[in-house]
Each structure stands twice: as structure tokens, then as C-alpha cells.
């Protein structure tokens, strides 16, 4: 079946950096675009980068364009988020998910999320 | 940024009929998903591209679209349905994917 299994969160100091991944299995995944998305309390869900299934494209929402990085390694079915400049308002789970077929298509598959802590 | 705009909550009592409602400029011209979102757990996929069911949502969930809102139909609501339940649409201008504001659902 479908896993998506995230991994990297942890607490971090504001200015400092992280890695996320997310190791993906019972798919091709090579064949899908996949994302990051966050979820806050306050804040609910919120996107936060995308992927196209070769890598060739990628999105970012604005607040984190020149701060965060997205990557995968078709080799490895492993998705990244390289989160760089942290600020507290980046605390949240975040949770990486497939597209379903395309952009329009809504996300089908989630993983439980890695949760990640800014803080002094 | 584009956004989208739900009502922050409803209430239904259980058998009962309830709608929310997802407006955004031009929402026309996107597909609209929807998502369920319970405490604890991972998102889930109920509708996309206005009216589609993936497997194994139930028929109760349905959605609907006119003008520039999407609309999510839960009929004969039960206890399992209350959660948050976000709309989301791909702005091809910006080339973001967009969440609403999400919508907590309780069922009295």
C-alpha cells in the first residue's frame, strides 16, 4: 500500500536550518509530483512547496521563496524539504503528500508529518 | 496571494444536512478539492475537481460548484464527520497550490 513516512523535525533555534525527507513506497514515484504542506493550529493548512514527478518543476508559497528548498531523489524514492533561516512562524507539522494524478487532482496520500519546533 | 474564503464553523445535528461554502476570485477557472482533516491524523482527499468522490468516500459526501464557489455537501451527517474540512485549489498564475481557511464542523 501507499506510505508516505516523513523524518527530520526536531526543535531549532530562529536563523538556524533543517532537512526534511519523506520516504515514499507502493507507488512509482517517479511518476508523481509531491508536496510539502504544513499544518498549525492557528493557521491550518497551508502549502508550502511542490515538486513535478522529474524534478524539472518546482513551487514555492512566498513566505518561504529563498528560504526553503525543495528536492527528491528518484533513486531513492525520498522527497526533501531544506529549510533554511528558520523563523518561528515556521513551527507546525509538515506533512508531505501526492498528487492523485496531476495539479488538479487534489493530494490522495499523506504522511503522519514530522513536527517542527523554532525556538530560542 | 489568491485566497479562499470558508466560513470558520458549522453546526448540524446528527441525520441533518450541512453545506460549507469556498469562494475565491476566478474560482471558475481552477478545480476545487476538499479535504477532511480529524485531530491526530493525516488529511484525507473527499472531493476533486468539484464533484468527484476518490474510492471508498462515502456517496453522503458530495460537491458542487456555481459562479465562484465550491460547495461540500455532508447528508444524513453523522458523529464520524465532525473534523475540519479544508477547500484547495492550483492557481496556475502564481503557481501555488492554495488551502482555505477551513471550516470546523461539529455535529451537536
Known amino acids: 500500500q501507499v506510505q508516505l513516512v516523513e523524518s527530520g523535525g526536531g526543535v531549532v533555534q530562529p536563523g538556524r536550518s533543517l532537512r526534511l525527507s519523506c520516504s515514499a513506497s507502493g507507488f512509482t514515484f517517479s511518476s508523481y509530483g509531491v508536496h510539502w504542506v504544513r499544518q498549525t493550529p492557528g493557521k491550518g493548512l497551508e502549502w508550502v512547496a511542490g515538486i513535478s514527478y522529474d524534478g524539472g518543476e518546482r513551487y514555492y508559497e512566498d513566505s518561504v521563496k529563498g528560504r526553503f528548498t525543495i528536492s527528491r531523489d528518484n533513486s531513492k524514492n525520498t522527497l526533501f524539504l531544506q529549510m533554511n533561516t528558520l523563523s518561528i512562524e515556521d513551527t507546525a507539522v509538515y506533512h508531505c503528500?501526492?498528487?492523485?494524478?496531476?495539479?488538479?487532482?487534489?493530494?490522495?496520500?499523506w504522511g503522519q508529518g514530522t513536527l517542527v519546533t523554532v525556538s530560542s | 496571494s489568491y485566497e479562499l474564503t470558508q466560513p470558520p464553523s458549522v453546526s448540524v445535528p446528527p441525520g441533518q444536512t450541512v453545506s460549507i461554502t469556498c469562494s475565491g476570485d476566478?474560482?471558475?477557472?481552477?478545480?476545487v478539492s476538499w479535504y477532511q482533516h480529524k485531530p491526530g491524523q493525516s488529511p484525507v482527499l473527499v472531493i476533486y475537481?468539484?464533484?468527484k468522490r476518490p474510492s471508498g468516500i462515502p456517496e453522503r459526501l458530495s460537491g458542487s460548484f456555481s459562479g465562484n464557489t465550491a460547495t461540500l455537501t455532508i447528508s444524513v451527517t453523522q458523529a464520524i464527520d465532525e473534523a475540519d474540512y479544508y477547500c484547495?485549489?492550483?492557481?496556475?498564475?502564481?503557481?501555488?497550490?492554495?488551502f482555505g481557511t477551513g471550516t470546523k464542523v461539529t455535529v451537536l
Open positions: 503528500a501526492k498528487d492523485q494524478v496531476d495539479l488538479t487532482w487534489g493530494l490522495d496520500y
Open positions: 484547495q485549489a492550483w492557481d496556475s498564475r502564481t503557481a501555488q497550490y492554495v
Open positions: 475537481q468539484h464533484n
Open positions: 476566478k474560482l471558475g477557472e481552477k478545480y
